[in-house]
Structures are given as structure tokens and as C-alpha cells.
């Protein structure tokens, strides 16, 4: 079945990194993404990576795909306490029309 | 000004009673969702529309309806409310140049009592 599973909660120190961890399980992936929520907000899509693509990096974040695994990563450089929110990991697979499953999202707390 | 909007964004109400929660995108996107989130669960899609003509279940259909009365504007109603439907929902819209990327509305907060 299709399942994207990631903890629940990661809290570090202010300029420390964050690595948010998820797995997936259907190997038809074709966008893989991480959402930020913020609180009282809705998701906003914070990065992606093409199934095709091992790694990817944009300012302080880096994406990490490793299909053999079905594993994804996100990692934040000099985590502040502005990066204080709700991690989704979310896969698109082609189903006939695309579908988008998340997961249940982990709470990164970062403590000054 | 947002690109995906919700009405209300609380909303109170008891048991038994109808209820509609409205979304509008000014995106442009053929494509509209609606999910429920509540804590531990992450989101579960409820409904799901790919155009004006085409209305498909999620996951969680059960007790929930929807219309999509025109490409901009999809509303997703309660029939007879229970306290399980107490949740956060959220409206979302994906098509054109982002593929699959989604854009969320602000979500509204429903409290059933």
C-alpha cells in the first residue's frame, strides 16, 4: 500500500543542524516534497526533489533521496528558531492521475 | 492577497447541524483538494476534484460532501455534524507549470460540540 512514514517530533539547539527523516513505500514516486506549517498557518511547500535525483541543495537545505531505501531526507543548516514548525514529507505517485500522500508531519522544536 | 482562500476560518456549531466550509483560488488550477489534519495523523484527503465535472472520495469520504460549483470555487459540507469532524481542514489546489506542487488555503478550524 502507499504509506509515507517520519517521527513525530526532532528538537535541537539554536545553530545546530536538523535532519528530518521519512521513508515512503511505493517505488513509483514521482515528486518527492517537504512542506513547512507553520502554527496557525497552512503547508507551504518548502522544497522537492524529482525522483531521478539523488540530492539537492537550495541556501540551507539539503534534500537527500535514496530510492534503493525508499528514504528521504531534510537537512537544516544553522537551524534558528524561526524554523520552528511541522515537517511534512510527501510523495506524488502516478496512480492514472497523480496523487499526493503525506505524512504525518514532525514537529521540530529549536531551543534558544 | 492569498492565492487559495477559506471561509470561515472558525467555526463553532452542534452536533447534527449542517455545515459548509467554503475555498476559492485565484491560481488558476483545474485541480482542488480538501483535507482534514488532526494531531499524530498528519493529513488525510477527504475529497478531491480534477475539474469543474469530476468529483472523486479520498480516503475519508464518509459523512462529508462536495461541490465544485465553478474551476475557482470547491466547498466541502457536513450533512449532520458529529465531534469527530472536530478538526482542522484544509483546502488545497495543484495544475499548469507546478505540477503536483499543492497550495494551501489558511485552514479552518471546526469545533464540534
Known amino acids: 500500500g502507499e504509506d509515507v512514514e517520519q517521527s513525530l517530533f526532532l528538537s535541537v539547539r539554536e545553530g545546530d543542524s536538523s535532519v528530518i527523516n521519512c521513508t515512503y513505500t511505493?517505488?513509483?514516486?514521482?515528486?518527492l516534497y517537504w512542506y513547512k506549517q507553520e502554527p496557525g498557518a497552512g503547508l507551504q511547500l518548502l522544497t522537492y526533489?524529482?525522483?531521478?535525483?539523488d540530492m539537492k541543495q537550495d541556501q540551507r537545505l539539503t534534500v537527500l533521496l535514496n530510492k534503493k531505501d525508499k528514504h528521504l531526507s531534510l537537512r537544516i543548516a544553522d537551524t534558528q528558531t524561526g524554523d520552528s514548525a511541522i515537517y511534512f514529507c510527501?510523495?506524488?505517485?502516478?496512480?492514472?492521475?497523480?496523487?499526493?500522500?503525506f505524512g504525518a508531519g514532525t514537529r521540530l522544536f529549536v531551543k534558544a | 492577497d492569498a492565492d487559495v482562500t477559506q471561509t470561515p476560518r472558525n467555526r463553532i456549531t452542534k452536533t447534527g447541524k449542517r455545515i459548509m466550509l467554503e475555498c476559492s483560488q485565484t491560481?488558476?488550477?483545474?485541480?482542488m483538494y480538501w483535507y482534514r489534519q488532526d494531531p499524530g495523523l498528519g493529513l488525510r484527503l477527504i475529497y478531491y476534484s480534477f475539474d469543474v465535472k469530476d468529483i472523486n472520495k479520498g480516503e475519508i469520504s464518509d459523512g462529508y460532501s462536495v461541490s465544485r460549483q465553478a474551476q475557482a470555487k470547491f466547498s466541502l459540507s457536513l450533512e449532520s455534524a458529529i465531534p469527530n469532524q472536530t478538526a482542522l481542514y484544509f483546502c488545497?489546489?495543484?495544475?499548469?507549470?507546478?505540477?503536483?506542487?499543492?497550495?494551501f488555503g489558511p485552514g479552518t478550524r471546526l469545533l464540534v460540540l
Open positions: 511505493d517505488s513509483s514516486s514521482t515528486y
Open positions: 510527501a510523495e506524488s505517485i502516478n496512480t492514472g492521475g497523480f496523487k499526493t500522500i
Open positions: 526533489i524529482f525522483s531521478n535525483m
Open positions: 491560481k488558476g488550477h483545474d485541480r
Open positions: 488545497a489546489t495543484s495544475g499548469g507549470t507546478s505540477g503536483e506542487t499543492q497550495y
